[in-house]
């Protein structure tokens, strides 16, 4: 099943907005594999972000990341990259639509809120960053006797 990394940014996490967020993945339908509250180092966040390295807002984006715990997740289901981005809105909390977790929640596209992957690719080396294969738990959901 298809797997996303998805993470509550240090402006989600200080506005306790992690419980939302997590709770908007999960009435969607999706699984949650893994979950974590943790300090990025700054190797970390230059290699994460490493696509947007020499761009103008890199030192800013590297420097928001690190500045504060972030709530990084591993969520699987069906095209749940695709749709999570869509559920997080466009890139510019202004751009994106009300009902999504950037138009909902964000003000500026330096601080919004949410980061997700953008592709197949990008979901597994931001995954293997993040988590290790003993942090990801396999189980079912409706295989239990309390559930009907
Ligand atoms: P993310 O990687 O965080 O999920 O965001 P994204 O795919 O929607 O956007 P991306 O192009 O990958 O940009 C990464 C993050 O960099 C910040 N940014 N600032 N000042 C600017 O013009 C600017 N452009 C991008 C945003 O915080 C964006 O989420
Ligand atoms: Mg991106």
Do not use: C
Not at 58 to 74: D, K, N, R, W
Not at 115 to 129: M, N, Q, T, V, Y
Request: hydrophobic share 40%; proline share 4%; net charge negative.
């Amino acid at each position: 099943m298809e797997k996303t990394f998805l993470m509550v940014k240090p402006d989600g996490v200080q506005r306790d907005l992690v419980g939302d967020i997590v709770s908007r993945f999960e009435k969607k339908g999706f699984k949650l594999a893994g979950a974590k509250l943790m300090k990025i180092t700054e190797a970390l966040a230059e290699e994460h972000y490493a696509e947007h390295k020499g761009k103008p807002f890199f030192q800013e984006l590297v420097g928001f990341i690190t500045s504060g715990p972030v709530f990084a997740m591993v969520w699987e289901g069906e095209n749940v990259i695709a749709t999570a981005r869509q559920m997080m809105g466009k890139t510019n909390p202004q751009d994106a639509l009300p009902g999504t977790i950037r138009g909902d929640f964000g003000l500026t596209v330096g601080k919004n809120v949410i980061h997700g992957s953008d592709s197949p690719e990008s979901a597994e080396r931001e995954i293997g960053l993040f988590f290790s294969n003993s942090e990801l738990v396999e189980y079912s959901k409706h295989s239990k006797q309390w559930i009907y």
